[in-house]
């Protein structure tokens, strides 16, 4: 079986590279599953779980944000940060869900509330990433 | 002539010192290594949001945004980065140097221009000289990771997209190697001086959903992580720079015990030379 060569890219350095038979992810405009021979195409990517198939095996990367570049024989994912289950440091992203929950009950004028509900997303998301894998 | 006991605390005062220039040096030599290589890992995301950027901004002839199109110019933007500490030689002064200069040569009220800035030298320098400084951030780690700077650079670029300010420019010091180090000037925004020359098999994208809200996405990171990186490439000149200023602080210490070794030893020779003068004086004196 033809396979793509996925490539996950953040400032801090690579994450992944490797070959899979199937990506999918969430786009701003929705799921998106793209196969080996897929039209070049450009998509941004939501706070989300990027699962990667292979032979036998499945990956999940929880991104933030970042977008997606597809080819016919290669995906980059390019996030402004992107980590596999294993890299996830469950207890902070714990606490960072707390605090962020904290801040949007608080209802107080002066705090920022996408930057909060913006973190709660991503805490959210780490956990989910996490939990589906153990 | 300094007596003996004056020499010798001199020769002690200036090992010590040259233990700590020493110890400095060794620190910023394996600081400068991993900043380096954190440079050298953000290398591949730069290259790979260039590529798409600028495929982007040649490929569909309708895209536009305000990121990519130059306006009037009523207020400049200069983001500054420099370091926390000093002992880095002329990293910070040239640098501020240069932007000092280039600010009073190109403007003429405080209006006209707003500063950004990194590292706690620059933003003591700008303030002192009641310059404005719209924002700053200081403390920033060794290592910094992208979510360390995130905030100045989302903000900075809310700037532009605001148009509180019209364009941005970066002025950093570029590691070239670990002896040389460059100041540079670099135009963010707006990102007017895209490479577009095409590259061969670069492929014409489709957009999902369109070619604006892809825009809208990829400029600000985009411009983003131009800052982050040249924060890393400027982290890495530092601790070269530092690295440097040491090395010649301990050489120079090394001449300076030198020195004062040799005339410590003339000092010890003449007194002894006086002692023995005095003795056979002395004697001679009794014949």
Redesign the interface.
């Known amino acids: 079986m033809s396979t793509l060569t996925v490539?996950v890219?953040?400032?801090?350095?690579?994450v992944l590279e490797d070959a899979f038979e199937m990506v999918s992810c969430k786009?701003?405009?929705g799921e998106?599953g793209v196969l080996p021979g897929h039209?070049?195409?450009?998509?941004?990517l939501t706070i989300s779980a990027v699962r990667l198939k292979g032979e036998g095996r499945s990956e999940r990367i929880a991104v933030s944000?970042?977008?997606l570049?597809v080819?016919p024989d290669k995906v980059?994912i390019?996030a402004?940060?992107a980590e596999k289950p294993t890299d996830i440091d469950a207890d902070r992203a714990r606490m960072a869900k707390e605090r962020a929950e904290r801040r949007l009950q608080d209802k107080q004028a002066d705090i920022d509330f996408q930057r909060a509900e913006m973190a709660l997303k991503r805490a959210i998301n780490r956990l989910d990433v996490i939990e589906n894998n153990f | 002539m300094a007596s003996l006991r004056d020499i010798k605390g001199r020769i002690t005062s200036t090992k010590k010192t040259k233990q700590i220039t020493k110890a400095m040096e060794m620190v910023s030599a394996s600081k400068m290594n991993r900043a380096e290589q954190?440079a050298r890992?953000?290398v591949?995301?730069?290259e790979?949001?260039e590529e798409?950027v600028s495929s982007?901004a040649q490929g569909g002839g309708d895209a536009s945004h305000p990121m990519l199109e130059a306006r009037d110019v009523k207020k400049t933007g200069y983001l500054v980065i420099t370091s926390d500490r000093g002992l880095a030689g002329a990293f910070n002064s040239s640098i501020l140097r240069r932007v000092y200069q280039q600010i009073r040569s190109k403007h003429t009220s405080a209006d006209e221009y707003t500063l950004i800035t990194i590292g706690r030298i620059g933003r003591d320098f700008f303030r002192k000289r009641n310059m404005p400084v719209d924002m700053d951030i200081t403390g920033v780690s060794d290592q910094p990771?992208?979510?360390d700077i995130?905030d100045i650079a989302s903000n900075t670029v809310q700037l532009y997209t605001d148009e509180r300010i019209d364009q941005l420019y970066i002025f950093y010091n570029h590691y070239v190697s670990a002896i040389t180090q460059e100041v540079t000037e670099k135009k963010i925004l707006p990102l007017t001086d895209l490479n577009t020359e095409g590259k061969a098999g670069r492929?014409?994208?489709?957009?999902?959903?369109n070619q604006e809200?892809?825009l809208?996405?990829?400029l600000p990171?985009y411009a983003?992580?131009l800052i982050?990186?040249a924060l890393l490439d400027s982290k890495a000149s530092e601790h070269a720079a530092r690295m440097t200023a040491m090395k010649s602080a301990t050489d120079n210490a090394d001449e300076l015990i030198g020195d004062l070794t040799l005339s410590y030893n003339r000092a010890r020779q003449a007194a002894i030379t006086q002692e023995i003068t005095e003795i056979v004086g002395g004697a001679a004196a009794l014949e």
């Not at chain 1, 890219?9 to 690579?14: A, L, M, S």
């Not at chain 1, 039209?39 to 941004?44: L, R």
């Not at chain 2, 492929?203 to 959903?209: I, M, R």
């Open positions: 490539s890219v953040t400032p801090d350095g690579p786009a701003e405009s998106l039209i070049p195409m450009v998509a941004p944000g970042g977008f570049e080819r980059t390019l402004q940060s | 954190n890992n953000y591949p995301y730069s790979k949001i798409v982007i990771d992208f979510a995130k492929s014409s994208y489709e957009y999902e959903p809200e892809i809208e996405v990829l990171q983003e992580s982050y990186g």
